[in-house]
């Protein structure tokens, strides 16, 4: 193996993260184990991660001396959401390495331009077309076909800002329903399931993937991941590369999540990516030798990757808004591991925190059942 691409940064060093949520939270407690000191810079107060670390920034992300003080006290910096402000993430990597690069953010932040990388660096997507008025729209529609996916291009997320176009939609109100921003116009996949893969990557020879797993949504939210994903060996090995050739593209430096969708006839499209920690990996803190977490540090930090192997199945289910009040039958499965944010107020849709459900690697048949998920 070549030299690595950066010295390394080893435990004692500071490690900034931008962001304050729940990624942030178990990055710096993965972090924390490890030696490392974590500072945050989110402008929430008491914020799921500030409650893990004393050294804590509460301030504006536009606030460009606040983000250039912050950059000072730490080592590296990195972020645990895609929508940074563009002025933020350059001016952070002017005084300090940001990993992933500001290109990273570039492409995850835009919808357009993230699916026109995709299809020129290995990750087929579904059709698609920019839409920037209602008339756009109803010329997209021509070649797009019904039923459509209309979303905007840039800050949806958990499907906000996002509409389903069917045969006897209105394309004037649709552009509305949907915020009548710049947006994408996609062909609707008749999709069996939908699939995940978080990789971390140093450079090209330094490159290790956790196994695809599958994510089952409700309301647009995550709601399930099952690791390993029900799908043949040879499709995951495949989503695997495409993973792989994406982080490729982007010249990665962190953690990649790639979402993709198995078409009914067993091809892979890929949705969105996110060059960060990802929702559908949170089963790898309690089923793998190393967590997406850990990996992300070390990534990050230059250490050597660890081992992504699952040592159990694993079914993750995620505590949106009330489901938090039922800890209490979850905790009452020896084999089911929770993990809380740190959130006072619980919201509908808003994620609470997660239970993890560990089994048997030989196991056969479908995932076992959860308390209260009944599933
Ligand atoms: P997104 O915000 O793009 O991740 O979309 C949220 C969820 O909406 C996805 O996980 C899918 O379940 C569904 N979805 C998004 N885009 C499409 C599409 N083009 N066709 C069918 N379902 C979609």
Known sequence: MSEPPF??????????????????????????????????????????????????????????????????????????????????????????????????????????????????????????????????????????????????????YDGKGQVRIEPDTDVGEAYAAMGAARGILEAFVDFDSEISVILARQDAERVVAFEPVENRHRHHILDTTIAPAPIPADLARQAVAIAEAIAEGLDLIGLLAVELFVTADGKLLVNEIAPRPHNSGHWSIDACVTSQFEQFVRAICGLPLGNPSRHSNAVMRNLIGDDIDEIAALMADPDIKIHLYGKAEARPGRKMGHATKLYPLEAKGPPPKMPFFGM
């Open 7 to 156: 010295p390394s940064l080893l435990p004692g060093a500071a490690i900034g993260i931008v962001g304050g949520g729940q990624l942030g939270r178990m990055t710096a407690q993965a972090a924390a184990r490890m030696g490392y000191r974590v500072h945050i810079f989110t402008p929430e107060a008491d914020s799921p991660a500030a409650q893990v670390t004393p050294d804590v920034t509460i301030a504006a992300y536009d606030d460009l001396d606040a983000i250039a003080a912050f950059a000072r006290t730490v080592d590296v910096a990195t972020f645990e959401f895609e929508n940074v402000p563009a002025a933020t993430a350059i001016a952070l990597a002017e005084h300090v390495p940001l990993r992933p690069g500001v290109n990273c953010l570039e492409v995850a932040q835009d919808r357009i331009r993230e699916k026109t990388f995709l299809n020129a660096n290995g990750g087929p997507t579904v059709a698609f077309e920019a839409v920037d008025s209602a008339a756009d729209l109803a010329r997209a529609l021509e070649t797009i076909g019904r039923p459509a996916v209309l979303k905007t291009a840039r800050l949806g």
